[in-house]
């Protein structure tokens, strides 16, 4: 079993243009997130997808969209990057039963310049 | 105040002694508590999870958890050079909030 996989695991983008970070997880899982990581700052949630076919915001959701595209992928897409979005993004997995244990992909290191 | 608060370290213990760790959470509504360990530049990985008072144990970590004052920790027994790492602590209510984590050097 891979777990959960990220493609890219390492990006640079300028201001303005656009990404979409991959996520997919073979374990059956149905509930999945995206949490971006910051000094200082720990994990905070930007989504997540409780159940295939739902999406919601979490704490920093501004900037960014989602898609739930079937139960194993979930992607996370920035518009128009802007400088505050470089941070490293990882996606994680839950089976979304409590207590709701979250498995961490590798993660994806964006720079916006 | 924030929502998970830990202090950030680093923390330095010597090999084979016992590392405190500690978390303390604004919400009373919170109804899991989750210890994670990240080394750097990789993603974090579940240690052991706690959702009653009081403690439980896992080979040489113990969580401890006192829903009254708003308090999780985790100890680390025989502590060895293996898990210097930053250490997530973690709280699960509607969606799950991390703390920013401490950083832990165990020295040999």
């Known amino acids: 079993n891979a777990g959960v996989t990220q493609t890219p695991k390492f990006q640079v983008l300028k201001t303005g243009q656009s990404m979409t970070l991959q996520c997919a997880q073979d374990m059956n899982h149905n509930s999945m997130y995206w949490y971006r990581q910051d000094p200082g700052m720990g994990l905070r949630l930007i989504y997540y997808?409780?159940?295939?076919?739902?999406?919601d915001k979490g704490e920093v959701p501004n900037g960014y969209n989602v898609s739930r595209l079937n139960k194993r992928e979930f992607s996370l897409r920035l518009e128009s990057a802007a400088p505050s979005q470089t941070s490293v993004y990882f996606c994680?997995?839950?089976?979304?039963?409590?207590?709701?244990?979250?498995?961490f992909g590798p993660g994806t290191r964006l720079t916006v310049l | 105040q924030k929502e998970v608060e830990q202090n950030s370290g680093p923390l330095s213990v010597p090999e084979g002694a016992i590392a405190s760790l500690n978390c303390t959470y604004s919400?009373?509504?919170?109804?899991?508590f989750f210890w994670y360990r990240q080394y750097s530049g990789k993603s974090p990985e579940l240690i052991m999870f706690i959702y009653s008072n009081g403690d439980k144990e896992d080979g040489r970590f113990t969580a401890q958890l006192n829903k009254a004052s708003q308090y999780v920790s985790l100890l680390i027994r025989d502590s060895q050079p293996s898990d210097s790492a930053t250490y997530l602590c973690a709280v699960n209510r509607n969606d799950m909030r991390f703390g920013a984590g401490t950083r832990l050097t165990v020295k040999p």
């Open positions: 994680a997995s839950s089976t979304g039963g409590g207590p709701d244990t979250q498995y």
């Open positions: 919400d009373r509504g919170s109804q899991s």
């Open positions: 997808s409780a159940s295939e076919g739902t999406t």
